[in-house]
């Protein structure tokens, strides 16, 4: 009985330790993978679709932005011979429209995501698709809205990671939610994802989207869509089974 405890006691303690190891570990491994994502950052600071000077920034940050952006749109809507002070419908605009930028339209240029864990794929080596994750963005050039879903895909592979579900979809809000052209999102998605499940076999985005600057303004094309596709590893190669897998999970004809 006592060698038993002993021996159970000598276990647990060892258990705690590996756990505290571990726990050091994965620590470390949030701290590397937040400094990946700021890393994936490749478009130039301050422009629409990159991140804004001084990210990620703090609430009273946000809050000046807000009150210096409120009173700019209200010189707009002056330029445009709105009397929006009077306005009951328009009073509050400026504010409101600042809000929805800071908070909601732009806030990936704003807000830091919070870290990505992966982790080991633990011997499965076939595709994960994520598919038709909602996707809210801004076209860059007229500011309009581009509404639409993201299709992903990748291999982990042997040597590959996995990441959590959600964070697929995290690291789609992080990117979409700034001014952007469809083209470089895309990019971004693809090689975010593929640098966070490094050791991967392939990485593959979709993004199918309709673009407002297009259904509303200018030609005034409603129901046109974009399809825009980014792909490495085995789904760059013709004939792929993986490819065909995930254009048939997502129903597109390649
Ligand atoms: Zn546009």
Not at 78 to 104: E, F, G, I, M
Not at 122 to 148: F, K
Not at 223 to 241: D, P, R, Y
Request: hydrophobic share 35%; proline share 2%.
């Amino acid at each position: 009985m006592n060698e038993f405890i002993k021996n159970y006691s000598s276990s647990e303690i060892s258990t705690e330790f590996e756990s505290n190891q571990l726990f050091q570990q994965f620590n470390d491994d949030l701290v590397s993978k937040s400094k990946i994502i700021n890393n994936l950052e490749v478009v130039k600071t301050g422009y629409a679709n990159g991140v804004a000077e001084g990210y990620p920034l703090s609430s009273e940050e946000k809050d000046e932005m807000i009150r210096k952006a409120s009173h700019a749109f209200g010189l707009f809507l002056d330029a445009l011979k709105c009397d929006w002070q009077n306005d009951p419908n328009s009073s509050d605009t400026p504010n409101r429209v600042a809000k929805a930028y800071v908070n909601d339209l732009w806030a990936g240029r704003y807000n830091e995501m919070s870290p990505i864990t992966s982790f080991p794929s633990d011997g499965y080596d076939g595709i994960v698709i994520e598919r038709n994750i909602p996707l809210t963005s801004m076209c860059s050039h007229h500011h309009q809205t581009i509404i639409g879903v993201t299709h992903i895909g990748y291999i982990a592979g042997d040597s590959g990671k996995v990441v959590g579900l959600s964070k697929l979809n995290r690291i789609v809000e992080l990117f979409s939610r700034r001014g952007a052209i469809q083209e470089q999102l895309t990019s971004a998605i693809h090689n975010a994802i593929n640098s966070i499940t490094k050791g991967n076999n392939g990485v593959i985005v979709t993004i199918v989207a309709s673009h407002n600057c297009v259904s509303c303004r200018g030609v005034k094309h409603k129901g046109a869509e974009m399809v825009t596709t980014k792909a490495s590893g085995e789904f760059l190669e013709n004939n792929n089974i993986y490819r065909k897998e995930f254009f048939d999970s997502i129903k597109i004809n390649n």
